[in-house]
């Protein structure tokens, strides 16, 4: 009946019940204080989810900057996000560089439905400017034109390569993720900005957990209101003449503490580091830090 145009019933499914007494993850924390379901592998059912998410016809923007000798890590970055990266939904890859002119010959196709969308941004002197300034460019770019071109937006760092599955599982109106140094420490060990003259300060008895800078993402008004917050509070302390201890991942976590909590949360199979080492409750590991030749690259 007209009344009901909007409901689309989903496709018939056949799969295991939930048991409520036997939850899948028994070892690992998965929902947080305020009902955010954290996301680890055996937590969720896949085909549920991507029944859900291609109902509302998602498009997802993954935002990746690739400035000065960052553009090395593009290639593997993105060959590899085409093997593991959202894989049959539609995906515009948004890279940032100061160096366009460089990239005609970059020799890359990407599958159908998917697209490599070069955008020139400055490329400033300090590295940590380079790396703060990110989220000026990425709200920039959010009323501009992510707005009418995508749903969803996913921030990444560059200096990582897929190597597991990552999918609709991770997205949410607003995603935080879990930093691989931290998930298991206490608040004292976290290293929030502890300066209360910062914007980005949280004092030692504050704070739910400690979030990565180098992934976050949600649908695109609310990373328009996180980019925006952040990079005003970063403009602030630079007034002040101070500048938070970890740059964007400060100004992030205050943020994820006291304006918005995340609504979904990551677990470090999303963002891993092989210094991190393994442990028997990482079931996957889907997204890792390249640091191979860290020291030239940074120089
Ligand atoms: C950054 C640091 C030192 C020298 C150069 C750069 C640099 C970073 C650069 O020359 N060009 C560039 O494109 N970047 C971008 O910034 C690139 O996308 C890179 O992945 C991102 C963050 O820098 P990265 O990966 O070297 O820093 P991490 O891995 O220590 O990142 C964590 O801490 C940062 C704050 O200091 C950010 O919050 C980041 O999101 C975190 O993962
Ligand atoms: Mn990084």
Known sequence: SPDNVNVIKLK??????SETLKPPRTNVLSVSPWLAPIVWEGNFNIDILNELFRQ???RIGLTVFAIKKYIRFLKTFIETAEKFFMVGYPVNYYIFTDLVGNVTNFNMTVGPRKQLIFLEVP????????????MQMI???TKQRFASEVDYLVCLDVDMIFQDHVGVEILSDVFGTLHPAFFVKGRDKFTYERRPESQAYIPEDEGDFYYAGGYFGGKVEEVYKLTNHCHHAMLTDKANNIEAIWHDESYLNNYFLY???PTKILSPEYL???RDGTAFYLRKIRFIALH???DEVRT
Do not use: L
Request: aromatic share 18%.
């Open 56 to 58: 509302e016809n998602v």
């Open 292 to 294: 191979k030749n860290m």
């Open 12 to 17: 018939r499914m056949v799969y295991p019940k």
């Open 123 to 134: 490329s400033y002197e300090r590295w940590e400017d380079v790396t703060m300034r990110r």
């Open 272 to 274: 891993w580091n092989e």
């Open 139 to 141: 709200r920039d770019f």
């Open 259 to 261: 304006y918005k909590k």
